[in-house]
């Protein structure tokens, strides 16, 4: 190899080392917007998940999962299920109490919406969010709450339950 070509090499290189370097920075500052789930601490909240378990307890239901959760202003954060068919669910998301508008979606495994609701921090219940849900399959599905607050945008604490209907209990439903 003459010194023409080795010089015409490098110069190639050196271009393709930097264009690496770089690639490789920006992956290394992405990977630290990855959302980690991290729990959270309140009070207020964790005494109306404990009411709460005990109100659908009494009414049949198993708690299944629960969670609480660190989230920030305006951010879903998606909670993936695995739900039966035909089976009977109750789900709850509990807001920051100085938020003002919670919201929770939920989605099948086909990407469709198949729930909707939301609170405003006004209303009666306003930072719980309760609905009921029977599958038509039995697939995986995303629930995605939400909380808006506009003082605290990081460190907004947010609990979650999944409740199934146990079979053979009536509990106080049909009172």
Known sequence: ????????????????LVIAALMLLRSASFSQDVIKLQSCQDNLISRQAD????AYSKDGFALLKEASITMESEFEMPVIVPLT?????????????????????MYDWDEKQVVFQQKRWGDVDGNIISYSYIPKFSEFHMMKPV?????????????????????GIEGNAGR
């Open 1 to 16: 190899m003459n010194l023409s070509q080795f010089y015409t090499k490098t110069r190639m290189i050196k271009p393709c």
């Open 85 to 105: 068919e035909g089976t009977l669910y109750q789900f709850v998301f509990i807001g920051d109490y100085t938020s003002r508008l919670y919201e929770v979606r």
């Open 51 to 54: 009411s709460l378990k005990t």
């Open 147 to 167: 909380q808006v607050n506009k003082v605290k945008k990081k460190n907004l604490c947010g609990y979650v339950m999944l409740f199934k209907k146990t079979p």
